[in-house]
């Protein structure tokens, strides 16, 4: 087995609608609220941890191709199968011996470029028996409009050349070129679904724009 290449590819975040993702609760004292962002401890300012991207588009991408792990199918997918582009791009859940080699992705964390204001969003729960609203919850959130420097880096194994993948336009890739375009896949579902806490009440439409690959425009990003 030989590393053939290692791509980096770079894009902006930007939040569409306030951003949630979680922090440390030690934040308590400092912020006042009952769910704070995750913050550079340093810098104060919030970032996305690469791990939340990546575990979202692992999710997705899972959902979208049918593919879990577990006996109730509940779990990332671990197959290990040559043929799974979950397995072979992110490893396989829970099964450290395959022949599928490393995970060929790692997602860095995107450093905020532009805006970074915190708000805070208090949602009411309401009390289904009774109707009334119960103790409010605030949740921060990075105001609309802020931008990130997002970065993922792809490494291509010589045993990839075997490997293929049709994307959701149903064109079919081969090796590199078919990693590369679950990635894109992957990243087109969380553009789709959102990103972070309360997805569903309106938090976490992010876009992603300015993708490049080594530098140059990434064909792969058509949106
Ligand atoms: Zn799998």
Aim: charged share 25%.
């Amino acid at each position: 087995m030989q590393r053939t290449a290692i791509h980096t590819i770079t894009f902006t975040a930007r939040c569409e609608s306030g951003l949630h993702i979680g922090g440390s609760q030690d934040e308590l004292a400092i912020g006042g609220s009952d769910n704070p962002v995750i913050k550079n401890p340093e810098t104060r300012e919030p970032y996305i941890p690469g791990s939340s991207l990546k575990g979202k588009m692992r999710g997705e991408l899972e959902k979208q191709l049918g593919r879990f792990g577990g006996e109730k199918k509940d779990r990332p997918c671990g197959c290990g199968s040559r043929k799974c582009p979950i397995c072979r791009l992110f490893g396989a859940h829970m099964k450290p011996q395959n022949n599928l080699g490393p995970s060929r992705i790692i997602v860095r964390d995107g450093r905020l470029r532009k805006g970074g204001s915190i708000e805070n969003k208090t949602e009411n729960i309401i009390n289904r028996q009774t109707g009334a609203a119960q103790h409010p919850r605030s949740n921060e959130r990075v105001v609309e409009g802020a931008e990130f420097e997002m970065q993922i880096v792809l490494q291509v194994f010589d045993l990839d050349e075997q490997f293929s993948y049709t994307d959701h336009n149903d064109n079919s890739h081969q090796g590199d070129e078919a990693l590369q375009a679950v990635v894109a896949d992957g990243l087109e579902l969380v553009q789709t679904t959102g990103l972070g806490g309360g997805t569903s009440r309106g938090s976490g439409a992010v876009s992603f724009d300015d993708f490049k690959l080594d530098g140059e425009l990434w064909t792969h990003w058509s949106a």
